[in-house]
T-cell receptor, first 115, second 115 residues
Framework: AQSVTQLDSHVSVSEGTPVLLRCNYS??????LFWYVQHPNKGLQLLLK??????LVKGINGFEAEFKKSETSFHLTKPSAHMSDAAEYFC?????????????FGKGTHLIIQP | NAGVTQTPKFRILKIGQSMTLQCTQD?????MYWYRQDPGMGLKLIYY???????DKGEVPNGYNVSRSTTEDFPLRLELAAPSQTSVYFC??????????????FGQGTRLTVV
């Protein structure tokens, strides 16, 4: 079975400093990987996705992530945090089997931006 | 192109009442999912469907039922509402094609309170 581990439940950074949200995964198949963002009382919005093309993936709002197969990681980064980045972030893995294992969510990382 | 539409956005139920959460997608996606999200927790899969006429249980199906009579619609039925079903519910859809899963598209969520 596939799984996702978000290594930090909370991350706090100062505005203007880099952001790193860590995600490790396991999958028996070549997975697709996604990062979603959820602002308070909102739905989930796709930030970026990896689907076996370029390993460095650029997303919206200046975020990017690098797929590292040898480390089974898909960490999310941003060079300079903005107050509007404060939200919950979910790492998601999907493999070809679909069904109940089609989408597996991490437990989320709450990003706090200090002024 | 509306994507995934969920109704209602908010609802208060009394214990023992029943209701149906509606979910419709217009992207011709084959896979649809229902999740619940409790405060500070990730998303837990309630039910999913891989196509019209096919549904299956997820991680937390007790107290819920679903149907998938068409590709577009995937309603979630709550029978005999209980306080433990107070949560935010999200419907999602994906396209599973040639072994690859596209990103999930989410509805805006339904905030349900059972009193």
């Amino acid at each position: 079975a596939q799984s996702v581990t978000q290594l930090d439940s909370h991350v706090s950074v100062s505005e203007g400093t880099p952001v790193l949200l860590r995600c490790n995964y396991s999958s028996s198949y070549s997975p697709s990987l996604f990062w979603y963002v959820q602002h308070p009382n909102k739905g989930l919005q796709l930030l970026l996705k990896y689907t076996s093309a370029a390993t460095l993936v650029k997303g919206i709002n200046g975020f990017e992530a690098e797929f590292k197969k040898s480390e089974t990681s898909f960490h999310l980064t941003k060079p300079s945090a903005h107050m509007s980045d404060a939200a919950e972030y979910f790492c998601v893995v999907s493999d070809r089997r679909g069904g109940a294992d089609g989408l597996t969510f991490g437990k989320g990382t709450h990003l706090i931006i200090q002024p | 192109n509306a994507g995934v539409t969920q109704t209602p956005k908010f609802r208060i139920l009394k214990i023992g009442q029943s209701m149906t959460l509606q979910c419709t997608q217009d992207m011709n996606h084959n896979y649809m999912y229902w999740y619940r999200q409790d405060p500070g927790m990730g998303l837990k899969l309630i039910y999913y469907s891989v196509g019209a006429g096919i549904t299956d249980k997820g991680e937390v199906p007790n107290g819920y039922n679903v149907s998938r009579s068409t590709t577009e619609d995937f309603p979630l039925r709550l029978e005999l509402a209980a306080p433990s079903q107070t949560s935010v519910y999200f419907c999602a859809s994906t396209l599973m094609l040639q072994g690859m899963n596209t990103e999930a598209f989410f509805g805006q969520g339904t905030r349900l309170t059972v009193v």
